[in-house]
């Protein structure tokens, strides 16, 4: 065995005569050993070459058409009891949801290669980076594993320093809906997967590992691992604020991590740090610092263009592996709103019928390391982390919340948290567009009883020194014929540096029941096509919608019983007073 960490040796053994595969490779992390599964997956046919001289270094996957995303409801916190992982999850009872694992993973690697792959989430030997080892069949999820995670020797040795890692074990076993299940063992920090190659549940780094295990260690710890992107602005005066931001899957987060200034913000620069995930610590001051436990991203491509998101654009032009997208009659990759070109061979690789559907899978995704990416941060690697000033959530609604509004304190702030609601989108299976509670954009990654989840969010106000102002946004609002009234993208950036006048108090604000609202002459509209009559609806707040939208929440957070802390349901009953006055 290439270890000498007896528990990880053992584990591995243990696992191969389980599932009996062809070999075993201990993955190194290097280039070559990347080029080396590339040129085994275009021999195996689970790549395909596109235009080198147009895209080098690119390859697409089309994947099995029955797994295209997450699959929500086949993914399962197994705690000791049930109401730890809360109605937020699925439960099984550990021993029987293991059981039944052990029974899908008999044998399920014969003829296969079994990859052990080492890897630290987080900047390498940062006190707040965590490490992992996953085993699974598949090279595609072992070239992606080197996209997105620190992944082989060093993350290898670091383990046999400590002896602790997170054990994943993954197969993708027949790609039968009906045999595929997602499975967190939270109280042995141990992840299951089987049936599935889609990223969301087979990457066992990415939310497997960095948030739902993650978010069970962070509250025994007195850590946060959320849903979050991390941005940094910098203002022509060369001050840098960092923001994490929370919003659900295929919602923006990669493109506002990325944003590019509008051309009147002369000296603006906007620096990525992640597009994902965030792990934020108390550093010895008190203040709330952040790192990107991945090195990579696994962003949704229909929609990324040269206008809306230049950045992305120019980060998957090389170097990137397309899963699901179609391609062109000059084999380059194609997807809907790419801006140019035309599909020839639809993501299943069929000729492209207009009638068949979308030409790119909705939820095709783009693998590729963050050191693409022309705003990566300076600081993204840093051990420490960046010091954040603001919390914001959002997500997709057509009606009722504003494009911006801040809370009035921290305890109320995680009650906006705890109360965002999102139209569903094709990142999960099932149906698009429905409005669903999605405390925190972590409904499908929270590890454990959203209640509990929330007491942990309160107790930072007693620990903290200085705590970030927290927002709400929607970048979604609709007119009635179904017209966007915010022009989204790069104009983004008009609200966010209102956020951050808030945060260093520069401007005011006008008080409402459900926060702080800006003055419509404090968001700077000047060259955009938005009306005074058009801001006035995007910072409307409807009373009578707001009134149901409060009766929703109420009985959400019912739903979560004698665990919801007592002094979230007084937040709640605080704007609900403040609505009658
Ligand atoms: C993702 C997701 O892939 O949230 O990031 O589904
Ligand atoms: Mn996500």
């Not at 439960?91 to 003829?111: I, R, S």
């Not at 991203?297 to 929609?303: M, T």
């Amino acid at each position: 065995m290439n270890t000498r960490l007896k528990a990880l040796s053992d584990w591995v053994a243990e696992v191969a005569k389980l599932t009996q595969p062809e070999r075993i490779h201990w993955c190194d992390g290097s280039e070559s050993e990347y080029q080396t599964f590339v040129a085994e997956m275009l021999e195996s046919g689970d790549l395909i070459e596109l235009n080198q001289d147009n895209y080098p270094g690119c390859y697409l996957h089309r994947s099995d058409p029955n797994d295209v995303a997450r699959v929500e409801h086949l993914t399962y916190v197994c705690t000791s009891r049930q109401e730890d992982a809360g109605p937020n999850n699925n439960w099984m009872a550990p021993a029987q949801a293991k059981q039944m694992m052990l029974d899908f993973y008999a044998g399920c690697m014969k003829g296969r290669t079994l990859y052990v792959i080492p890897y630290c989430m987080g900047p390498l030997g940062s006190p707040f980076a965590r490490y992992g080892v996953e085993l699974t069949d598949s090279t595609y999820v072992a070239a992606n594993m080197y996209l997105m995670t620190r992944m082989g020797k060093p993350a290898l040795e670091h383990i046999e320093q400590t002896g602790s890692f997170i054990k994943g074990l993954h197969s993708v076993g027949e790609l039968d809906p009906d045999r595929r299940f997602i499975m967190h063992f939270p109280e042995e920090l141990t992840i299951m997967s089987y049936g599935s190659g889609y990223g969301g549940n087979a990457l066992l780094g990415k939310k497997c590992h960095a948030l739902r295990i993650a978010s069970y260690q962070a509250r025994t710890e007195g850590w946060l691992a959320e849903h979050m992107l991390i941005v940094g602005i910098e203002s022509p005066e060369g001050e840098t604020s960092y923001l994490a931001c929370a919003f659900p899957s295929a919602c923006g987060k990669t493109n506002l991590a990325m944003l590019i200034p509008p051309e009147h913000y002369k000296g603006w620069k906007v620096w990525t740090l992640g597009d994902d995930i965030a792990w934020m610590h108390l550093d010895d001051e008190g203040q709330l610092r952040a790192v990107n436990p991945e090195a990579g991203y696994f962003g949704v491509v229909p929609g990324t263009n040269r206008k809306t998101n230049p950045n992305a654009f120019d980060t998957i032009t090389h170097d990137t592996i397309f899963t699901n997208v179609a391609v062109t009659a000059d084999n380059d990759p194609w997807w809907e709103d790419k801006d140019g070109g035309e599909p020839v061979i639809d993501w299943r690789g069929r000729p492209f019928d207009a009638k068949k559907g979308p030409a790119a899978h909705p939820n095709s995704r783009f693998t590729v390391t963050a050191k693409n990416n022309p705003s990566y941060s300076s600081l993204a690697e840093a051990p420490e982390g960046v010091p954040i000033s603001a919390l914001v959530f959002g997500g997709r609604r057509r009606e009722l919340a504003p494009l911006v509004y801040q809370a009035k304190s921290w305890a109320h702030g995680v009650l906006v948290g705890a109360s965002v609601a999102s139209e569903t989108t094709a990142a999960a299976t099932g149906k698009v567009g429905v409005v669903r509670r999605d405390p925190m954009a972590m409904k499908p990654f929270c590890g454990y009883n959203f209640g509990d989840y929330w007491q942990h969010w309160l107790s930072f106000e007693e620990r903290a020194a200085k705590l970030p102002e927290i927002f709400h946004v929607n970048w979604f609002r609709r007119d009635a014929d179904g017209n966007f009234l915010w022009p989204g993208f790069g104009e983004n950036l008009r609200v966010l540096k209102w956020i951050i006048d808030r945060c260093e108090q520069r401007v005011d604000a006008v008080e409402q029941p459900i926060g702080y609202l800006p003055k419509p002459a404090d968001i700077d509209v000047e060259g955009l096509d938005v009306s005074p009559d058009t801001l006035a609806q995007l910072l409307a707040v409807d009373v009578s919608q707001w009134s149901e939208e409060l009766a929703h929440i109420d009985e959400y957070l019912q739903s979560f019983g004698s665990r919801v802390p007592e002094q979230l349901l007084a937040e709640h009953g605080k704007v609900k007073a403040a609505f009658a006055d």
